[in-house]
């Protein structure tokens, strides 16, 4: 079994881990699944019972006030896991410092930033989030964002299309295969972007596995990173669909953990630097 490196996870404070779950669950409009607790410790704990051996981490301030106090519990529980976490810090753009709030990002050792136009209703090509944008690609600090959604129009293809045109340096992971909901307008706007990469969260189980195999092969494997999105869906069933989708185990290694090593800048196990087969 390959390594497996978990690209997009969400994690709360056990106080309000439920009470935040409870309010993504809504914001989709109910979940298929019942989605997880939402903590850090439960995250390592059904991982490695699905054969997860690292994770990527964040959360999202939805005002200012939160952005510090976020990145610095992201930051404690990447301290506390052991070498098993990376985290990602939050921004907002109605903060009155951009650049502080990416200076405390860095300092806590945060690996990049995480924004969800959505839930933060605010326009993904809005000239406040230009301003983030452009100390990102000038730290050359990756960008997860929340793509898509045909409820809304936050952060849809056109949107991180002028975004993706108008910082061409900009390392973008657009979430959900490009955009939740309108996947395929997605794939058709922004497959041409060297500069963007795609993860698999929230995606397959509405896709099925020929659309999804489909759409993976338009970006390259080497631009697709695994993710689950936590506590949202139950790991082992991800993995599993995405081995039924009979992709190459060159497409599986970069999927599963290369391109997430590469992109944060991980170390590799040991293991990583030989040729390893999947289950």
Not at 18 to 38: I, M, N, S, T
Not at 211 to 220: F, H
Request: aromatic share 10%.
């Amino acid at each position: 079994m390959t390594r497996i490196i978990d690209s997009h996870c969400h994690i709360y404070p056990e106080k309000i881990a439920q009470k935040a779950v409870d309010a993504v669950e809504e914001f989709y409009g109910g979940l298929p699944r019942k989605p997880w607790g939402g903590t850090a410790s439960e995250l390592l704990r059904v991982g490695a019972e699905a054969g997860i051996s690292h994770y990527v981490v964040f959360s999202v301030a939805t005002s200012p006030r939160q952005v510090s106090s976020i990145n610095r519990f992201i930051a404690q529980s990447v301290a506390e896991s052991g070498g098993t976490m990376t985290g990602l810090g939050t921004m907002h753009p109605d903060s009155d410092d951009f650049a502080r709030d990416l200076s405390e990002i860095e300092a806590l050792g945060l690996k990049g930033v995480k924004l969800h136009p959505d839930i933060q209703h605010f326009e993904a090509d809005d000239p406040r989030a230009f301003a983030i944008y452009t100390l990102c690609e000038e730290r050359d600090l990756p960008v997860c964002i929340h793509a898509g959604d045909s409820r809304y129009d936050f952060s849809n293809p056109e949107r991180l299309s002028r975004i993706l045109e108008s910082f061409p340096r900009l390392r973008m992971i657009a979430a959900h295969l490009g955009g939740w909901s309108v996947w395929e307008n997605a794939t058709e706007r922004l497959a041409r972007y060297p500069n963007l990469m795609v993860d698999t969260s929230s995606s397959i189980y509405w896709l099925g596995l020929d659309t999804t195999r489909r759409l993976i092969r338009v970006y390259g494997s080497e631009r697709v990173l695994f993710g689950t999105d936590y506590p949202l869906w139950p790991q082992r069933p991800e993995i599993d669909d995405l081995l039924a989708m009979g992709l190459e185990d060159e497409e599986y290694e970069n999927i599963f953990w290369r391109n997430a090593v590469k992109l944060y800048g991980l170390c590799p196990d040991r293991d990583e630097t030989e040729e390893t087969k999947h289950a």
